[in-house]
T-cell receptor
Framework: QKEVEQNSGPLSVPEGAIASLNCTYS??????FFWYRQYSGKSPELIMF????GDKEDGRFTAQLNKASQYVSLLIRDSQPSDSATYLC????????????FGTGTKLQVIP | DGGITQSPKYLFRKEGQNVTLSCEQN?????MYWYRQDPGQGLRLIYY???????QKGDIAEGYSVSREKKESFPLTVTSAQKNPTAFYLC??????????FGPGTRLTVL
């Protein structure tokens, strides 16, 4: 069974701090990695994707990929209360055309 | 205005009833997906379609059916054979890459 694992949280950080969210995956051959943000009662919104080892930055968000260790992280700098949401990690583990496996998500709480 | 629309936003089903959830897109994407989300669980793939008139079962297809008669539309029917249908249903679309974008969702409740 191919899996994507995340700590369910909640992860609580003070406003202005860096939030670090982690995700591990079981298939070493995975090629594509995604982070979605999901507010309570809403649908997931894509915030980052990464294909290559290393870091990818977009504004306050940085995705970090380490294929050798099979983990992908999302860093949120200068965390704001509006960042409070559940963050879903998703991985294409090659199960079929564009088939993506989702983790259960990490709930982030940014404390003002 | 481009986007993905799902209707209705809320849906109530009685025991033994079939219901159909709508998903429409005008992003001209080829691939469309249906997921189910339950509290504390990740998104689970029900069906997906890469092109018109073709679709494949996902991980939890039992009790569901779909059609893909038009590129823009991918309706999902929840049949009476689905014993635990209460969930949040999400439609997604994808293009040439494996990036997927989600519609606003339909929340189905069994009465």
């Amino acid at each position: 069974q191919k899996e994507v694992e995340q700590n369910s949280g909640p992860l609580s950080v003070p406003e202005g701090a860096i939030a670090s969210l982690n995700c591990t995956y079981s298939d070493r051959g995975s090629q594509s990695f995604f982070w979605y943000r999901q507010y309570s009662g809403k649908s997931p919104e894509l915030i980052m994707f990464i294909y290559s080892n290393g870091d990818k930055e977009d504004g306050r968000f940085t995705a970090q990929l380490n294929k050798a260790s099979q983990y992908v992280s999302l860093l949120i700098r200068d965390s704001q209360p509006s960042d409070s949401a559940t963050y879903l990690c998703a991985v294409n583990m090659g199960g079929g055309y564009q088939k993506v496996t989702f983790g259960t998500g990490t709930k982030l709480q940014v404390i003002p | 205005d481009g986007g993905i629309t799902q209707s209705p936003k809320y849906l109530f089903r009685k025991e033994g009833q079939n219901v159909t959830l709508s998903c429409e897109q005008n992003l001209n994407h080829d691939a469309m997906y249906w997921y189910r989300q339950d509290p504390g669980q990740g998104l689970r793939l029900i069906y997906y379609s890469q092109i018109v008139n073709d679709f494949q079962k996902g991980d939890i297809a039992e009790g569901y059916s779909v059609s893909r008669e038009k590129k823009e539309s991918f309706p999902l029917t929840v049949t009476s054979a689905q014993k635990n249908p209460t969930a949040f249903y999400l439609c997604a679309v994808g293009g040439l890459t494996d990036t997927q974008y989600f519609g606003p969702g339909t929340r189905l409740t069994v009465l």
